[in-house]
């Protein structure tokens, strides 16, 4: 099984910080690789698929980088709707999801 | 505009049985895999079951393998995941999510979940 690894657990920003989130497969999954943004009581929305590539409608604040087993998210402006939780997702084989990123308020 | 309306969750006991349902409009059903994915009460996403466009071919994680059982009913666009000998560890939000193609494992569509608790 494909585990997936994210770092940190919690960040602490500002509004208007750029925001790095980052997630590592336990072995390589090409760009097989979705992020998703869950708000509390709400279920996750699609951000980016295939590493980089930004869903229709989600703000272009939002990038996603990395192939193998190396990625990242990137929020370049944080803004008061972007506090939530982000998980990364493989789907090279089956899926899995990493444990999550909680961005709060610093 | 696609809509996934889930349906089924309730309080159970160990050991039983419950039927979950995922009413789907908005698409064409029958030309999506579909999915559930589920979230245990102030955990991560985990990944349930997948079927097939067609039904045919079905997989499932390791921890309901063999006891959750994932179907659909393309002439009443309805996902169902009929989940057998239920242990406290299934207590979770249960969502439907839409496959982005036939063969896709990543989800452009959620529902907005139905809670199943498992508890005596």
């Known amino acids: 099984d494909i585990q997936m690894t994210q770092s940190p657990s919690t960040l602490s920003a500002s509004v208007g910080d750029r925001v790095t989130i980052t997630c590592r497969a336990s072995q390589s999954i090409s760009t097989w690789l979705a992020w998703y943004q869950q708000r509390p009581g709400k279920a996750p929305k699609l951000l980016i698929y295939?590493?980089?590539s930004l869903e229709s409608g989600v703000p272009s604040r939002f990038s996603g980088s990395g192939s193998g087993t190396e990625f990242t998210l990137t929020i370049s402006s944080l803004q008061p709707d972007d506090f939530a939780t982000y998980y990364c997702?493989?789907?090279?084989?089956?899926?899995?999801f990493g444990q999550g990123t909680k961005v709060e308020i610093k | 505009q696609v809509q996934l309306v889930e349906s089924g969750g309730g309080v159970v006991q160990p050991g039983r049985s419950l039927r979950l349902s995922c009413a789907a409009s908005g698409f064409t059903f029958s030309s999506y895999g579909m999915h559930w994915v589920r979230q245990a009460p102030g955990k991560g996403l985990e990944w349930v079951a997948v079927?097939?466009?067609?039904?045919?071919?079905?997989y499932y994680a390791d921890s309901v393998k063999g006891r959750f059982t994932i179907s659909r009913d393309n002439s009443k666009n309805t996902l169902y995941l009929q989940m057998n000998s239920l242990r406290a560890e299934d207590t979770a939000v249960y969502y439907c999510?839409?496959?982005?193609?036939?063969?896709?494992?990543?989800?452009?569509?959620w529902g907005q979940g139905t809670l199943v608790t498992v508890s005596s």
């Open positions: 997702q493989q789907y090279s084989s089956y899926s899995t």
């Open positions: 295939k590493a980089s």
């Open positions: 079927i097939s466009l067609d039904g045919r071919n079905e």
């Open positions: 999510a839409k496959g982005r193609g036939p063969l896709e494992y990543y989800f452009d569509y």
